[in-house]
């Protein structure tokens, strides 16, 4: 189990629907999830997973307007539907940003970089005074696990404007299908418009750097974490599994990105998704594991601090987050 400092309703709202013979998922919302502001008024986290002290550290949030491409699949009424359901606005479509620090033994481990203090988002630039307040001193960072390179995962490597490391004496561990994919000769030129800037920005500062780890699935990359290969949202993105003792935490990254929408409708396909049918599949397969073995869960994009726990819900799932309020 997962020790929150302060805890959370967990609510089963799988057994609920069962216990009441329901054939739909039972829709619940908690009154304090209904109220809980979209920004956090304290920007860190701190919960223990066995001897490990995990540190979710809030970023910003992006508003992004409705917009009918964002599911393939569904309507942009059905996507509020959903956000309403789950408790949260339907004025946009809330993504917020929350990166996890490790800190296991004496090393401290970041997941993820963070978007790069307004480099993806204007407002998404509340990563280094979050963590400052947290007591995690940057240079004590000694090894990073990039989930994969989307902007609000990796551009907190690079500063602005100039693109030199953050991070140089650090180790970044990334799965090697992913750095492969984005550093191969002429990758740029193959990537859809809208993609190409930060393809290009990668593809011209990664590859020199000398602090990749290059990991493969299934791979222990430090002291009970091991590599989970989650392909499709890019071709190498990668979930990192932490275990101590019999406590573990599933660190998800993008794999269900808004768990309002991806946990009661798995098979609706995100625009971000590069291969969405293969995204579908590994959410499930993911998802399956996270409650078949019981382990918490953690997303990038989950409502802050970014944790919750699964159900299985009818044919789909239902997420409850960790309250903080
Ligand atoms: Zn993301």
């Not at 491409?69 to 942009?76: G, H, S």
């Not at 290059?214 to 002291?223: S, T």
């Amino acid at each position: 189990m997962v020790t929150h400092s302060r805890r959370g309703a967990v609510l089963s709202l799988a057994a609920a629907g069962a216990a009441l013979g329901l054939a739909r998922p039972l829709a619940f919302i908690p009154p304090a999830l209904a109220a809980a502001p979209l920004e956090p008024t304290v920007g860190f986290h701190r919960f223990k997973v066995g001897e490990v002290e995990v540190t979710a550290v809030y970023d910003g949030i992006w508003r992004k307007p409705h917009d009918p491409a964002f599911i393939q699949n569904a309507t942009v009424e059905e996507t509020k539907e959903a956000l309403a359901e789950a408790g949260l606005t339907t004025d946009f479509m809330p993504i917020p940003l929350t990166v996890f620090v490790l800190r296991i033994g004496r090393r401290v481990i970041l997941c993820d970089a963070g978007s790069g203090v307004g480099q993806w988002q204007a407002n998404a630039t509340h990563l280094p005074a979050n963590m400052k307040a947290a007591g995690i001193d940057r240079a004590e960072i000694g090894t990073i696990l990039v989930s994969h390179f989307h902007p609000d995962h990796v551009w907190g490597l690079m500063e602005r404007g100039t693109n030199a490391p953050v991070f140089p004496n650090a180790e970044l561990v990334v799965h090697a299908a992913e750095h492969r994919w984005w550093t191969a000769p002429g990758r740029v030129e193959t990537l859809p418009e809208g993609r190409r800037a930060a393809g290009r920005r990668i593809a011209e500062n990664f590859p020199g750097w000398t602090n990749w780890r290059l990991a493969e699935d299934g791979q222990e990359v430090a002291p009970g974490v091991r590599l989970v290969a989650a392909p499709g949202h890019t071709p190498g993105h990668a979930a990192y599994l932490l275990g101590s003792g019999p406590d573990q935490l599933m660190i998800s990254a993008d794999t269900m990105y808004v768990p309002a929408l991806l946990a009661p409708h798995p098979e609706w396909r995100g625009a971000y998704d590069q291969d969405a049918a293969q995204a579908v599949e590994t959410r499930r397969k993911l998802v399956d594991r996270v409650i078949a073995d019981r382990i918490a869960i953690c997303g990038s994009h989950f409502p802050f601090p970014g944790t919750g726990t699964i159900r299985h819900d009818g044919g789909a799932y239902a997420f409850v987050p960790t309250s903080v309020a």
